[in-house]
């Protein structure tokens, strides 16, 4: 009964050390000019970010899509999403994240990893900070699987404010 209990517990870790993890870090100044700000927007208004993942390898060097388009939130510890995804060993993956998430706006392209936004509406009344972040990790050359990926949001598109002042 032992052997078998740590038999399970050792698989059970072994499948936590090769969970593909996300964090996050804001590096511009907008409406969203803040770590906190990014994980608030999560958890209190549902503007979760989108995030898209590719892995290849020596053996299939075509992307293959192992995230499409799936909310990444906030749960008040750490960044999640549904549909736990795993790290091929020895494999290249690449991650491509957008904010605001959503389900229809945006066109994805795996082979150049690449997403379009189909419509931005901008103005007052919409407040919408528009962030993308990229990141990568070869396992080939840095095999590690327990840190989280890093995803740096750039503002690709923030409210901005003129006053004119006549002189």
């Not at 740590?6 to 593909?20: F, G, L, R, Y």
């Not at 293959?64 to 060993?89: A, C, S």
């Not at 706006?105 to 009344?125: F, H, M, P, S």
Request: proline share 4%; with cysteine; aromatic share 10%.
């Amino acid at each position: 009964l032992l052997c078998t209990l740590a038999t399970s517990c050792k698989i059970n870790t072994e499948e936590v050390d090769n969970t593909i993890r996300f964090g996050t870090h804001t590096i511009t100044r907008a409406a969203i000019s803040t770590q906190q700000d990014l994980e608030q927007a999560s958890q209190t208004r549902g503007e979760h970010i989108g995030i898209y993942g590719t892995v290849r390898n020596a053996l299939n060097p075509t992307p293959v899509e192992i995230i499409t388009n799936e909310p990444l939130y906030f749960d008040g510890t750490d960044w999640v999403y549904d549909n736990t995804r795993y790290w091929t060993p020895g494999a290249n993956h690449e991650f491509v994240a957008i904010y605001p998430h959503s389900a229809t706006d945006y066109t994805w392209n795996a082979e150049t990893g690449t997403i379009t936004r189909n419509n931005i509406t901008l103005g007052v009344a919409n407040n919408t900070d528009y962030m993308w972040a990229a990141s990568s990790r070869n396992l080939a050359t840095t095999p590690d699987t327990t840190t989280p990926v890093l995803l740096e949001m750039h503002h690709a598109c923030a409210l901005l404010e003129f006053w004119f002042v006549n002189a």
